[in-house]
């Protein structure tokens, strides 16, 4: 009986305490600051997470670690990336699924990495963009960047930044494509069309040159082969200057807001192209738009635009997070797209053809301004694309900035990281090459 009294005694003492003691209460406290929330790539895969025990871990490791940025070393809180981007979210403990895909991550690193450092580039990006939905697949960046080791300055290591997002560049030559496109919805040229192409002309005081030679006549589809600026430009004169600016704003390369944030309450950062506005392109300007130069936009801008023509015609807006809902709007007539790609496909470059599949895309060289000049020895290049040609499952966009390995053009440098990128996700989708059955056994078409 007396030990019934003490068991009872002692229960009732730890009541009291549990009462009356809220912090030693078992139940979390209403005031605790909540867990943050975790980053996710599209299959659930986690690719940022917070512990009781550690702020913040990258399970991954090296991977999308640009795109997904860093924060404060003891609590977490974002200071870059989507960590800074999200934080009124990440902070209340809400958890966010992107679209991309940890395996076309890794395939677009691998080969950027590679090619990046083989270049001797100071940095560079690549984009993998679902052609059907505008999902973005992959985003990469280069050269590597691992937020768990000790940060050089902001200005010292470039190494942390999104390039993909953040950086805006001259697209060069991969916007002949879309001028082609142009001339062919609006009907002024078709790709047979013929042009007087010498390797120079002069607009408006200024001489504009051809770097490829190339015969002094050019089709159309030539013209995309060689990558002739005398070609474009000539053609393009047969455009009213209001029309090809007003296609160029169909095609959301002027947009600030390129991407559908996942809530109101957040956006997430995208650099700002930089585009004369119309009033100010006299014939020197609007000759230089139609080959590239003489504007700034994102490698994003350009994949989403790029990816008009995988779509057959159909702008989808960039998304980066699973369940946003995109826009959509028509740009260009089914068949206009479908031309421009049989055109790329038969005029790309050697350096991009993939033994069996039918690829295509188009190279860009672009000048980068240093100290208000357009320099010889500071270039961005670029290489843009689909997989496959014919029915494209895939935009793919390459940029490196300021190769310095003696070669500086895309057809050397970003048409082997396309090539390699386009390699690893047809093995991923399992589709074969084509044979030729003419001769025993077959061959690969090439």
């Known amino acids: 009986m007396a030990f019934l009294a003490f068991a009872l005694s002692l229960a009732y003492g730890f009541y009291l305490l549990w009462h009356n003691a809220p912090g030693l209460s078992l139940q979390p406290s209403p005031s605790a600051s909540p867990l943050r929330g975790r980053l996710e790539a599209a299959d659930g895969t986690p690719l940022a997470l917070s512990t009781p025990e550690e702020p913040r871990l990258y399970p991954l490791g090296l991977s999308a670690t640009q795109l997904l940025g860093f924060g404060e070393r003891a609590n977490g809180r974002g200071l870059a990336g989507l960590e800074l981007d999200l934080e009124p979210l990440l902070s209340q403990g809400q958890s966010l699924r992107l679209t991309i895909q940890p ?3 890794a395939i677009a690193e691998r080969a950027l990495w ?9 940095w560079g990006a690549a984009l993998v963009m679902e052609a ?20 050089k300055g902001a200005q010292e290591d470039l190494s942390w930044r999104n390039h993909a997002f953040t950086q805006a560049i001259e697209p060069g030559s991969t916007v002949k ?13 078709q790709l047979g069309t013929r042009v007087y192409a010498p390797m120079s002309r002069r607009v408006a005081g200024w001489t504009i040159n051809d770097a490829v030679k190339h015969p002094e006549t050019l089709t159309l589809a030539e013209v995309l082969r ?24 169909r095609l959301h390369l002027m947009d600030k807001a390129l991407l559908p944030p996942p809530h109101p309450a957040v956006a997430v950062q995208v650099a700002s192209p930089l585009f004369r506005p119309l009033a100010r392109w006299g014939p020197a300007e609007y000759a230089n738009a139609t080959f590239g130069q003489g504007f700034l936009i994102t490698p994003l801008h350009l994949a989403a635009a790029y990816n008009t023509l995988a ?3 159909t702008y989808r807006q960039p998304l980066l997070f699973d369940g946003s809902p995109g826009r959509s709007e028509r740009v260009f007539r089914p068949e206009v797209a479908q031309d421009i790609r049989r055109a790329l496909a038969r005029g790309m470059t050697e350096n991009a053809r993939l033994a069996g599949y039918t690829l295509a895309g188009k ?26 040609a014919e029915r494209p499952r895939a935009t793919v966009v390459v940029v490196l900035f300021h190769p ?7 057809a050397q440098v970003a048409a082997p990281i396309y090539r390699e990128i386009a390699a690893g996700l047809l093995a991923l989708w399992g589709i074969p090459p084509q044979l030729e059955l003419s001769s025993p056994g077959g061959r690969l078409v090439r």
């Open 404 to 410: 310095q390995a003696g070669r500086i053009h895309g």
């Open 103 to 105: 395996q076309v991550q």
């Open 114 to 122: 590679r090619g990046a450092q083989s270049a001797r580039a100071d």
């Open 132 to 151: 059907r939905t505008g999902r973005l697949l992959a985003v990469a960046n280069a050269p590597p960047f691992d937020p768990a080791a000790p940060r």
């Open 311 to 313: 779509a057959d015609g």
């Open 177 to 189: 494509s879309l001028t082609a496109a142009v001339l062919l919805e609006e009907g002024v040229a």
């Open 226 to 249: 060689y990558s002739s600026n005398v070609g474009i430009t000539t053609l393009a004169e047969r455009l009213p200057r209001a029309t090809l600016y007003r296609y160029f704003e």
């Open 363 to 388: 190279t860009g060289t672009a000048q980068v301004v240093v100290n208000g000049r357009y320099s010889n020895e500071v270039y961005t290049a670029l290489f843009a694309g689909f997989v496959p």
